[in-house]
């Protein structure tokens, strides 16, 4: 075999393992809102993104949806019987160990995820978040907005810190991810 060959190869290796690393995510419900213009919002976090720190930081990939979006497709009866199965099975989206719902509840949100896990489904936005889990603190890293057309609308990076309020979706968050950090045997990714 020659040099332009193990090269060819090797690129498209490379490209599949990147590409597959691309799409490959693990979207987790972790609350709704109403922000502006009394626009309702549903954010999903990326449970594949999670990285944990030596210092107990934590940073990780979220995604908000418009209801609209996530509900056309979590209403189709695959998407319904792929979360009732879950539910069924005894999956419990991370979210409930803090905020307890009826189960009907349980297969609607298990729905969601389904929905945005499996289906081309529009961000609002995506936010790489990081969270000092010791100090109660949260600040955006990197950030992109997104137009109703799936168009870039602005590009934010690398904000202050801030302190997480009480009973807000940041803190829902850090409930799940801190308290998952505390029992995980997540590898370690970033060491500061």
């Known amino acids: 075999m020659n040099a332009k060959n193990v090269q060819g190869i090797i690129c498209l290796v490379l490209f599949f ?111 790489l978040f990081e969270i000092d889990c010791a100090d109660k603190k949260i600040r955006m890293l990197s950030g992109v907005s997104y137009k109703n057309n799936g168009e870039i609308e602005s590009n934010s990076k690398n904000n202050d810190w801030n302190n997480i309020s009480p009973e807000s979706n940041g803190e829902t968050l850090k409930n799940i991810l801190c308290s998952a950090g505390k029992t995980s045997k997540a590898t370690r990714k970033f060491g500061y």
Do not use: L
Not at 79 to 98: C, D, L, R, S
């Open 17 to 127: 393992i990147f590409t597959h690393q691309a799409w490959a995510a693990d979207w987790k419900y972790f609350g709704g809102s109403v922000v502006s213009k009394g626009e309702t919002i549903i954010n999903f976090y990326d449970a594949d993104s999670i990285e944990y720190s030596y210092n107990g930081n934590v940073i990780v990939w979220t995604k908000t949806v418009i209801p609209a979006e996530i509900e056309k497709k979590a209403r189709e009866k695959e998407v319904i019987q792929k979360a009732a199965n879950k539910v069924i099975k005894g999956y419990t989206t991370p979210y409930f160990k803090f905020i307890p719902y009826e189960r009907d509840t349980y297969v609607e949100i298990t729905a969601w995820e389904e929905a945005v896990n499996h289906y081309k489904i529009n961000a609002k936005t995506n936010i």
